[in-house]
């Protein structure tokens, strides 16, 4: 019997759980037997443990609520399993997994409890890292949410206040939505257009062909529509004028293949535009009448002088016939420029000898500029099949801007050339040059250079007229130039294909 026990003990002493009784049947339910584990788990001694409650092992920690279980675990009778914080004699925080069993005697009696401890403070460890690494990545996704729900708005505010109309819509050509000012201009409410198709909307206006292509252009090839013009009579609002962009958005982990549009209504500047032109038209012509009759009276005046007239009365006719002559090819040009607007503008279609018409141009100008030499080399054709007169407008145009704008300069160079069934024509001045963003723009009716505003006359037309004369003519018109060195005007204009093999 003894030996049994001593065998028992020495199986309790070599387990690596700690193993502790405790006698219910004594008061405060004290420790009667502890093994080796529990005393290198706690650190205590067995003379330190032997006689006391366990509460000692949570030394100042006494909120927890486990402890609750227990004493209600010792009070039933019954037994619990715990995960508990116990410290070390010497402090040290230890997780005690403490399985609590209560031993009845033959009359059911509680008379003592065995408690099986295991450290688990490890796998406690890893469990708190694994919810601090949870919190911590939770509360990124809260902050992550919190900053697109803020982009969202602000880019919401940003739509809601342009004063354009702007829609989106899915795929499918669905709208998902729009904003105010797309109510405001179409005075229809949102449940009329969100979620409907794009070509059911009101009449139909956007149910256009050629639209309709072109929207469908987005997704696939990712091409934006630009500047499409939709003139419709719209319910509500009657018939109007509208310009449209539209463009395949994208907002990261958000959405893709969506599609904005921008709708401008420009009935009012279209109208403002064509008010304007039918001003300068009519200006143009009211002012042309009287001044051919002045630019008569002056001939006359100048061919009925008399030899013997004074020197000065010489000079003054001389000079007015500068000036009106220069208010008449100021009138010539905004002439020219409302007869392109409204398409009024005629070719007369001719052959002539290409190369003697620019010769003589350039004669011409040279016999009226003192200040520069004007240098004409290479051939284009003798044969072209043109307007001339519009032909030698270009070509004086292009001169007079290149004596114009290159004061600090002595010379312009005109080059004619014949590539592949064009023929091309480039005028180099040594001036002061166009700056990148300005080139595209100068060919625009009434750009001219800021800073050039005040230094030279002109109404910046020209170049306008110049693009249109070489467009009616199935040819381009472009400038190559760098600021401070100089510029190249060029156009080409197609040769017809029996006069291709001439030269
Ligand atoms: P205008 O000469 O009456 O202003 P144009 O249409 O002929 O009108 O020219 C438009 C603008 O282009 C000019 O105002 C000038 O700023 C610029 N420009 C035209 N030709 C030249 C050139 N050869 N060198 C530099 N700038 C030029």
Redesign the pocket.
């Known amino acids: 019997m003894k030996q049994d026990l001593s065998l028992l003990i020495q199986a309790l002493d070599s387990s690596i759980s700690g193993i502790i009784l405790t006698d219910n049947q004594q008061p405060d339910n004290p420790i009667i037997y502890c093994n080796k584990s529990f005393e290198r788990m706690t650190g205590y001694a067995r003379h330190e443990i032997i006689g006391h409650n366990c509460r000692f092992l949570q030394k100042e920690d006494r909120n927890q609520k486990e402890r609750l279980l227990l004493r209600k675990a010792v009070e039933d009778g019954a037994e619990c399993v715990v995960e508990i914080r116990n410290y070390q004699k010497n402090g040290t925080l230890f997780w005690n997994e403490l399985y609590m069993s209560p031993i009845k005697n033959e009359q059911g009696v509680v008379c003592y409890f065995i408690g099986v401890q295991n450290d688990i403070t490890r796998r406690k460890k890893a469990e708190m890292e694994l919810l601090h690494q949870q919190e911590i990545m939770e509360s990124q996704i809260r902050q992550r949410t919190k900053s697109l729900k803020e982009s969202e708005d602000y880019l919401s505010s940003i739509v809601q206040t342009v004063r354009e109309s702007l829609v989106v819509l899915d795929p499918a050509f669905k709208v998902l939505s729009i904003n105010d000012h797309f109510l405001k201009t179409f005075k229809v409410s949102k449940e009329e257009t969100e979620g409907k198709l794009l070509y059911e909307l009101g009449n139909g206006q956007w149910d256009i062909p050629k639209l309709k292509e072109l929207l469908e252009n987005i997704l696939p090839t990712n091409n934006p529509v630009e500047e499409f013009e939709v003139e419709h009579d719209f319910p509500h609002i009657g018939k109007k004028l509208m310009l449209l962009n539209a463009h395949r958005i994208e907002l990261e982990g958000q959405y893709k293949d969506r599609i904005l549009i921008a709708i401008e209504d420009i009935t009012d500047r279209r109208e403002i535009e064509r008010r304007k032109d039918d001003f300068l038209s009519i200006a143009s012509h009211e002012l042309k009448t009287p001044l051919t009759t002045i630019k008569g009276y002056v001939q006359i005046m100048q061919r009925l002088m008399p030899d013997s007239a004074d020197d000065k009365f010489k000079d003054i006719l001389r000079k007015t016939g500068i000036y009106v002559e220069r208010l008449n090819s100021l009138i010539a040009e905004l002439l020219d420029m409302s007869r392109i607007q409204t398409g009024n503008i005629e070719l007369h279609k001719e052959e002539f000898d290409f190369d003697k018409a620019i010769h003589e141009a350039v004669e011409n100008i040279q016999a009226a500029t003192k200040t520069h030499r004007i240098i004409i080399s290479g051939k284009a054709t003798n044969n072209y099949a043109g307007d001339e007169s519009h032909i030698v407008q270009v070509i004086n ?1 292009l001169l007079s ?2 004596v ?3 004061p600090e300069s002595n010379e312009v160079k005109v080059y004619l050339s014949r590539v592949s069934n064009f023929l091309k024509v480039a005028v180099t ?1 040594a ?4 700056k990148i963003e ?1 080139q595209k723009r ?1 060919f625009d009716r009434f ?3 800021g800073e ?1 505003q005040q230094r ?1 006359p ?7 007229v110049c693009d249109q004369i070489i467009k009616n003519h199935g040819g381009t018109l472009w400038v190559e ?1 760098e600021p401070g060195k100089g ?1 190249t ?1 060029s156009f080409t204009l197609p040769l017809e294909e029996r006069n291709t093999n001439e030269r």
Not at 431 to 434: Q, R, S
Not at 458 to 464: A, E, P, T, V
């Open positions: 145009n801007n290149a114009k704008y290159a001045d001036g002061m040059g166009i300005d100068i750009f001219r250079v050039i030279f002109g109404m910046g037309i020209g170049l306008y130039s510029s005007f």
